[in-house]
């Protein structure tokens, strides 16, 4: 099992060694891998699947033409000192049509609270993470340590971007996610609030389904203006906003239970 702990007395020359052994076609970089830009794509569900299931049957058709999510370009920077995890400024992201921009601008006062990240800050000296993250249209900080994840390591190989990667898996909440690693980028980072390994993560899968992929990586130093640490939203520790999403789907479920009680007496009434 990968846990942060063990990661830290796992030294470069025991990872080389790894990697070697169990990808000897891969060629050996000599470049100092502590630092380096990684551009991503990620699949940003518009999360419409619970709305769709309790809405009216035009509804459920009209929406079963609307697009389930769109690509969006991200970036990771990472030198010895931090990471920041953001959108891609050079990138042009897809376009929405303007009933969907619309739909979307609703969608929060209509569907289960869900959280969306924008930014992740990782100070990789003192080990701790701020995440940007909009809930309800309102933007937050959240500050919290490194987690100590556990991940299971899986016997599934791939090459992305030319990196050969190794599979590993852990549980959040309910759901299965996968992370594919590059041994010969000895980073412990990744996308968003994925880390922890014994390289750096070039995708994620959630059930099966991928969420994000890597499409470049350059492993030279980037520009210490690039970490623009977020600083616009409410600051929040972990717990606090934890209980605060807590407390928000608990108040969404009885509007909705409300709503639900109200429309059955109303077509009782009025005898539909």
């Known amino acids: 099992m990968y846990t942060m702990s063990s990661i830290r007395i796992i030294t470069v020359k025991a990872l080389f060694l790894l990697s070697t052994c169990m990808f000897a076609q891969e060629p050996v970089s000599d470049i100092e891998p502590g630092r380096g830009i990684v551009k991503y794509e990620k699949f940003d569900a518009f999360g419409l699947s619970e709305y769709e299931e309790s809405a009216d049957q035009w509804i459920q058709e009209w929406l079963a033409g609307m697009p389930k999510g769109r690509k969006i370009n991200k970036i990771l920077y990472f030198n010895e000192k931090h990471a920041l995890f953001t959108d891609d400024p050079d990138a042009e992201n897809g376009q929405l049509s303007e009933e969907m921009r619309v739909m979307l601008e609703k969608l929060p006062y209509m569907s289960f609270p869900t959280p969306k990240t924008y930014k992740v800050y990782i100070d990789r000296e003192k080990g701790t993470v701020l995440e940007q993250k909009e809930l309800m249209t309102r933007l937050f900080l959240v500050e919290s340590d490194m987690q100590n994840y556990e991940w299971k390591p899986g016997t599934e190989q791939v090459k992305i971007i030319g990196y050969n990667c190794m599979s590993a898996t ?87 239970e409300m709503e639900e009680s109200n429309n059955a007496k109303y077509k009782k009434k009025n005898k539909f």
């Open 170 to 256: 852990r549980t959040v909440g309910k759901k299965e996610v996968k992370a594919w690693f590059a041994p010969a980028i000895p980073i412990p980072l990744g996308p968003e609030e994925h880390y922890g390994l014994p390289g750096l993560i070039l995708a994620v899968e959630v059930e099966g389904k991928n969420i994000f992929m890597a499409t470049s990586a350059d492993l030279t130093q980037p520009d210490e203006e690039l970490f623009d640490k977020p600083d616009n939203g409410r600051k929040m520790k972990q717990g606090a906003f934890r209980r605060l999403l807590v407390e928000k789907r608990e108040e969404y479920r009885r509007n909705k």
